[in-house]
């Protein structure tokens, strides 16, 4: 079993930057990728970023590329989530996700996902 635990959410204003973190406890050495969702009210959960864990390889959506960054701390099983130049599109609930194989590879699918953290409220004001 993994558990993930999201922090570093909150209110900025538009323009402003955040940087959310992941920590992942428990069975972290079956950790193949670890990504972020987000979902905003009334709407579904949609892919943002995800990184191998040991490759490092990483991997965004269309609208963050440029402004969201997202890398890992082995040593401390952590995974961050660089946000800036931040618009009251990004608000939404963020959630941290871990999956323990390549299955088909499809990053992007939160059913490739085994694990996920109980998500952390992004708020962007205008």
């Known amino acids: 079993q993994v558990q993930l635990v999201e922090s570093g959410g909150g209110l900025v204003q538009a323009g402003g930057s955040l940087r959310l973190s992941c920590a992942a406890s428990?069975?972290?050495?079956?950790?193949?990728?670890t990504g972020w969702f987000r979902q905003a009210p009334g709407k579904e959960r949609d892919f943002v970023a995800a990184?191998?864990?040991?490759?490092?390889?990483?991997y965004y959506t269309d609208s963050v590329k440029g402004r969201f960054t997202i890398s890992r701390d082995n040593a401390k099983n952590t995974v961050y989530l660089q946000m800036n130049s931040l618009s009251p599109e990004d608000t939404a609930v963020y959630y941290c996700?871990?999956?323990?194989?390549?299955?088909?590879?499809?990053?992007?699918?939160?059913?490739?996902?085994?694990?996920w953290g109980q998500g952390t409220q992004v708020t962007v004001s205008s």
């Open positions: 990184i191998n864990w040991i490759s490092g390889r990483t």
């Open positions: 428990g069975r972290t050495s079956s950790i193949y990728r």
């Open positions: 996700a871990a999956s323990e194989g390549y299955y088909s590879g499809r990053y992007s699918s939160s059913n490739e996902y085994d694990y």
